[in-house]
């Protein structure tokens, strides 16, 4: 199964390391069956790109903890092939990993550009204050999503870590 893991930028330095990606909590997004029937129009593409902004949304919920240094506005996700489990209690695109992603099922890697990070900046500020229905909270969020995400080959790995 394919699917978005939320990541931040010293995560990818650990997958560099380690070989591996810990999804926080195990926690990852994917098109499932759940968000499949929420959405009953649209093919497979977009249901995807559904999932892979859930993980972007997750990825500014990681930077808001603010344990991110070197990179604490550029959000990160990583798109992984591997088994995991639906869990639609969670959220109709969440699924449950069955352990830690090994660098050779890791498919791209996608990283905010540096014209985003004010965006994500503004964004990690009130993404709860979004959570909770405020519409200017909501709108800066709705920015910082709006923004794509630069797309990197695995292979490319060592190059974004140590020259970004």
Do not use: C
Not at 103 to 121: F, G, K, R, S
Not at 128 to 138: H, P, Q, R, S, Y
């Amino acid at each position: 199964m394919r699917v978005y893991i939320p990541a931040t930028f010293s995560m990818l330095a650990s997958l560099q390391d380690n070989g591996l990606i810990h999804a926080r909590n195990g926690w990852a997004f994917a098109a499932t069956s759940a968000l499949h029937d929420f959405f009953t129009s649209g093919d497979e593409e977009e249901i995807e790109a559904v999932a892979f902004d859930d993980a972007a949304l997750a990825s500014i919920r990681l930077l808001a903890i603010g344990d991110e240094e070197r990179f604490p506005h550029r959000r990160v996700v990583i798109s992984a092939d591997v088994e995991a489990t639906e869990d639609p209690e969670m959220g109709e695109s969440v699924v449950k990993l069955a352990g830690p992603v090994e660098l050779e099922q890791v498919a791209a890697i996608h990283v905010d550009i540096e014209e985003a990070e004010e965006a994500t900046a503004k964004a990690i500020v009130v993404v709860d204050a979004a959570d909770l229905g405020d519409e200017d909270a909501e709108l800066a969020v709705g920015d910082a999503q709006d923004n794509y995400m630069a797309f990197y080959d695995p292979s490319e790995l060592a190059f974004l870590v140590e020259l970004l």
